[in-house]
């Protein structure tokens, strides 16, 4: 090992705010994540995140899949999968297609796409804010 740092990494309570940050924005472009980085530098401004560190990371916690022994996975992970399936509806609705070769989870309903990640919990969670609007 070299002993030099690996990265500005992410905290819990960074992981949380990040996630919040793209379920208030829903970003589908440049523009967007660039209003999500100001957005969770306002509260992070010492950790000086890119956005690249950021999608990089959302795309790791929207990726996880729960561990063979245990079903169940972290909060925040389970808001990061519904900010993702979240920002897959709203690019469906701005581009008029309701599906996608090259996803296979654009068009679906949330109960398939959940289904499919393996996490019913979140399931019951996305059903009740539904629920709520």
Known sequence: MSGKPRGKGFCASEE???VDCIRLIKPC???QWERVLTLHNTEFAEKDQDITSLRRKFAAMHCK???TGNPNIP?????AKIAWYEI???AECITGNDSDDNNE?????ISNYLK?????????KVEDAIALD
């Open 75 to 79: 909060d925040v992970i389970q808001d």
């Open 105 to 109: 989870y654009l068009g679906e309903d």
């Open 88 to 90: 897959k509806q709203k």
């Open 116 to 124: 499919k990640t393996k996490t019913e919990s979140v399931a019951m």
């Open 16 to 18: 949380k705010h990040m």
């Open 65 to 67: 899949h729960p561990g």
């Open 29 to 31: 472009n440049i523009t």
